[in-house]
């Protein structure tokens, strides 16, 4: 590796900032993002990291972006344009790799219905934002690009008929092809081949032909044995693309189909192939590794897979309420508005949860009277799901397995994540008040703004004019003085997004604009263009929910303070 | 923990423990082989392991009741949030009741099996042990391995491996030949799955970490706080001497320079020829409103906070700054980097030294922001398979002190002989120049 390979991004990107400026827009110096009404402070002179928030506080945005709205994950966008960054945590280099490893390809072994899409896009979405250029290939898309109508035979992996061996022969081969392009024409460091590879000799085939471009080849097998996790995943696979307008019955035994073709010609993987390989079996309830040597990227992306869990539930996000004078210093309570705002989301997230859980599985009496003293009236209170009431009622029964009673434990289960800060955390005081867990968590701390604190955007051109160009054309990696960039602030919440993942039911994330951006980049796969300016308004709610090729967003409206009336007056 | 003498558990079970405790997680160790001992059995021969021995067995059975009865109290009665319990808990049987009393209190244990039969690795655990066990304190070393793999023999006849098919319903994880192979079943908490990650990145190849701090900065000499100021004239002839001292420590050996992104920090390392990596993350602890202040103008400004930091510096956050408690959040990434990495040399500031620092040796937290770390001083640490070898070495090269004692304004070093923790360091054996 050269002496130019070793140096972080934040110094490779300023190098660079010649040929950068071409392709980014010097943007509208009188337009920023202005969340607060309040009137304009004069900031202090002093370096600090106060941040008085005043009406033309510097945001680390220069233009108003709403925030993408539905079917707009940018999961599947391609990564190989010449001047791609992505948001990314890692080091990266010169030759836009990371920093620790080479190229990998990780290839995707199992059956139909395995959560193989699911697997590829999710490894492609969060080593993306690690600062990985990965694309997933799809087999499955390539096919339903290709022709309108595939005969059956064409789903086996070893079809019947010449016409079958052939089709399957070219989809292969185009597959192969712009994998190949990708690692050597674009930079491509991690590709994620998915498709079925059940059998043993197109798996050595792979690892040869790959091995020798000096591609690493790691397989990840995916298993079922739970009728249950099966059962869902057929249905999953049902609704996918290759059957839109098939009635669901006829969907389904299209599908197993496809997995009845294929049964008898799958060779599992075993250590004596000698390839490298994770076995993941009923997603993640078991994880087994081999020949495990690739060391870094391997153990980054189990970690990952140990946490990723299937989601049942949503994440939300939602600014704090309002306080008088939006200073930071005070570390100040929440205004009669931002209180009225408070209760408004409290509200309006309740029904909403309220109202999925009694179309999942009808009322039950609500379990909230069991945690804590409970002034609110039922019906505002939380519906329990059947995960805690299980859990409850086999409490310290050694024949059964015990989930622990914290929080995000059960599948099913809702948690608020807020900030470290007084306003941030009393907006969630009412959640607190009907039984449900709320959390401060450190690493919610919004970006430092380092020597900007409190500066209008026009203050800081005038006062650090370099420093300003040089973010204007960079935004994401861009650190002015003793602040933090959106870069460094991905790097501290990484394990906040882990446990995003984790959890299956609903999260609320109350916090500032700036770590709204950062998980809300991760979760829609935002650039790192895009993401610095993503724009969180108070009167939107913003519900991410999943699905396996991609999350989609939908904005809520929180309705206006001023239609707030005290349901105990 | 489950497997054979010598494969490596206590190591795992204590770097896990030293691990959360930095965190802030309460964690503890309760080693079974301590419980025999105090119960009277001081120094027993392998015969002592024969699960035939009735008697002996009683007393070990006994000694693992006592473990998980005090690993119970402390759950309850401390807030215990991990505990380990280290033994080599090799039979199924065993495995069971320990599952049983766990599930019975409403708990679901992880099982972590280390299994091992790369005969290097085991003789080079048994010479640790050895050295550090006190069954063998004072006696023969040769005649202590003989006897200790005789004792692995006792436990080989009896051994039952956690099982694909009969452990299926445990949450477990298995390492074989350090984490060569693993197997991760039913991981049911993000603390766990990181406790699982953090162990896969352990390893137990020979290397060393050095520690420097920035050279005396203009801001060091005003006695300032914070800051990104140059280095001084002295501090600019510490970063001329670093090399040689680095290459007096390491020898020929490679290593990877992390600094911080301040440049006191660049400058200090911009005479070493190795590559060179600057993290944000190592960035001083920041000082919010007080940074660019001495410590006679925040007594004076904000007397208030001045005494509330004094009092519990470890969670005090200077408003609009950080805590030692925030450094060490924000440090974790870092620390996982290091377990993973060979030679490294870390060129930072006090505070963030301090944390790094208590996380190797493992000082606790009312003492790690009052240790004193000299400037023009580099650290060695030597990780070894049961705890960490340091020793420094002094530049030579005169620097102001920044040691501020509790209760006072004034920063030196003062005559007496202050704090236990303070000493921490200045006590550390030197290594010549």
Not at chain 1, 419 to 431: C, E, G, I, S, V
Not at chain 2, 24 to 49: L, M, T
Not at chain 2, 403 to 431: M, W
Request: charged content about 30%.
């Amino acid at each position: 590796m050269s002496e130019e390979d070793q140096e972080p991004r934040g110094k490779r990107k300023k190098k660079k900032s010649g040929t950068k400026a071409r392709h980014l827009k010097i943007r509208e110096m009188s337009v920023f993002v202005s969340d607060e009404e309040s009137s304009l402070n004069e900031p202090t002179a002093r370096p600090g990291n106060h941040m008085a928030r005043t009406g033309k506080r510097w945001s680390g945005s220069g233009q108003v972006r709403s925030v993408k709205l539905s079917n707009t994950d940018g999961v599947h966008e391609s990564v190989e344009t010449e001047d791609y960054i992505s948001p990314g945590q890692l080091y990266s280099t010169e030759s836009g790799r990371l920093f620790h490893a080479g190229r990998i390809l990780i290839v995707l072994v199992g059956l139909p219905a395995t959560s193989k899409t699911l697997l590829s896009v999710a490894i492609t979405r969060y080593t993306r934002w690690l600062g990985v250029r990965t694309k997933s290939f799809h087999v499955s898309e390539y096919r339903r690009q290709m022709t309108d109508y595939v005969p059956d035979e064409y789903f086996s992996a070893v079809p019947q008929t010449k016409e079958g061996m052939e089709y399957r022969r070219k989809v292969m081969t185009i597959v192969h092809e712009d994998m190949v392009r990708f690692f050597n024409d674009t930079k491509g460091q991690l590709g994620v081949y998915d498709a079925l590879n059940i059998r043993s000799s197109e798996r050595r085939d792979i690892a040869d032909k790959f091995s020798s471009m000096n591609i690493k080849v790691l397989f990840i097998e995916s298993r079922m044995t739970d009728a249950e996790l099966i059962n869902r995943s057929i249905k999953m696979a049902a609704q996918s693309s290759d059957y839109y307008g098939l009635p669901k019955v006829e969907a389904r035994a299209e599908y197993m189909k496809r997995i009845s073709l294929n049964k008898p010609l799958y060779e599992s993987m075993s250590p004596e192939e000698g390839l490298s390989y994770v076995e993941y079996i009923n997603f993640g309830q078991e994880l087994r590794i081999y020949n495990n040597h690739y060391g870094y990227l391997t153990n980054k992306i189990v970690f990952f897979l140990m946490n990723l869990r299937e989601k049942k539930g949503c994440v939300y996000f939602a600014r704090c309420g309002t306080s008088d004078a939006d200073n930071y210093l005070n570390d100040e309570e929440l205004n009669e508005d931002g209180k009225k705002y408070s209760q408004m989301l409290t509200d309006l997230v309740v029904n909403r949860i309220n109202e999925r859980r009694r179309k999942t599985h009808g009322a039950i009496t609500p379990a909230s009277r069991k945690i804590s003293p409970v002034t609110e009236p039922l019906e505002f209170l939380l519906i329990p799901t059947q995960a805690s009431v299980e859990r409850e009622a086999f409490r310290g029964d050694h024949r059964i397995r015990q989930t622990p009673s914290w929080d995000g434990a059960d599948e099913d289960s809702f948690v608020v994540w807020t900030a470290p800060r007084k306003r941030t955390y009393d907006t969630a005081k009412f959640f607190e008040n009907r039984g449900i867990s709320v959390r401060q968590r450190s690493q919610l701390q919004q970006l430092n703004p380092g020597v900007v604190a409190d500066m209008s955007e026009e203050q800081i051109k005038a006062k650090y004019p370099m420093e300003y160009f040089e973010w204007s054309k960079d935004p994401y990696h861009h650190r002015f003085p003793r602040a933090e960039s959106y870069h460094d602030l991905a790097v501290r919440m990484e394990p906040l997004l882990l446990e995003m993942e984790r959890m299956q039911g609903d999260i609320l994330i109350i916090g500032h604009e700036s770590t709204l951006r950062v998980l809300y980049g991760y979760l829609m796969a935002c650039t790192c263009t895009e993401l610095p300016s993503l724009n969180f308004q108070r009167d939107k709610l913003i519900e991410i929910s999943f699905s396996p090729f991609q999350n989609k967003a939908t904005l809520i409206p929180i309705p206006p303070v001023t239609s707030y009336s005290s349901r105990q007056s | 923990m489950v497997g054979l003498p010598a494969r490596g558990k206590s190591f795992i079970a204590q770097k896990i423990v030293r691990y959360l405790s930095w965190l802030s997680i309460k964690a503890k160790c309760f080693n079974v082989g301590s419980y025999r001992r105090r119960a009277g059995s001081g120094h027993p021969n392998a015969e002592f392991f024969d699960f035939n021995n009735v008697q002996a067995f009683e007393i070990r059975q006994r000694a693992a009741e006592q473990a998980v009865t005090d690993m119970m109290k402390w759950y309850e009665e401390e807030n215990g949030v991990v505990a380990i319990i280290d033994g080599t808990n090799t039979t199924r049987e065993r495995r069971n009741w320990i599952l049983k009393y766990c599930r019975e209190h409403a708990i679901e244990p992880m099982f972590l099996e280390s299994w091992s039969d790369d005969m290097d690795m085991i003789l080079r655990n048994i010479s640790d042990v050895k050295k550090s066990s006190p069954d063998y304190e004072g006696i023969n070393p040769e005649l202590a391995t003989k006897d200790f793999l005789k004792r692995i023999s006792k436990y080989e006849k009896v051994y039952q491996p956690l099982d694909h098919e009969l452990d299926k319903n445990i949450t477990y994880v298995k390492l074989i030949n350090v984490a060569q192979e693993v197997i991760i079943n039913r991981i049911q908490t993000y603390l766990e799955s990181r406790v699982v990650f953090y162990v896969m990145n352990l390893h137990i190849r020979p290397r060393c970490i050095w520690l420097s701090r920035h050279g005396e900065s203009v801001y060091n000499v005003e006695k300032k706080i914070g800051g990104d100021s140059w280095l001084s004239e002295r501090g600019f002839r510490y970063s001329y001497k670093l090399p040689d001292l680095v290459k007096q420590s390491a020898g020929d050996a490679d290593l990877t320079i992390w600094t911080s992104t301040l440049v006191r920090t660049q400058q200090t390392a911009r005479e070493l020829p190795y590559k060179q990596l600057h993290w944000k993350a190592l960035d001083e602890l920041d000082a919010g409103v007080c940074d660019g202040m001495t410590y006679e103008e925040i007594e004076e400004k904000y007397p208030g906070d001045f005494k509330a930091r004094d009092e519990n510096k470890y969670e005090y956050r200077y408003p609009g700054g950080e805590s030692y408690r925030d450094v060490v959040i924000r440090l974790e990434p870092i620390i996982m980097e290091l377990e993973r990495q060979e030679n490294i040399l870390i060129v930072t500031h006090q505070a963030v030294l301090r944390c790094i620092y208590a996380y190797f040796m493992n000082v606790p937290q009312e003492e790690s922001p009052w240790m004193s770390i000299p400037l023009h001083t580099l650290i060695k640490l030597e990780p070894k398979a049961y705890g960490t070898k340091v020793t420094r070495i002094r530049a030579d090269v005169p620097a102001v002190s920044t040691y501020k004692e509790k209760g006072t304004s004034q920063v030196g070093e003062s005559t007496q002989d202050g704090t236990k923790s303070r000493n921490i360091l200045l006590n550390l054996p030197e290594s010549s120049n």
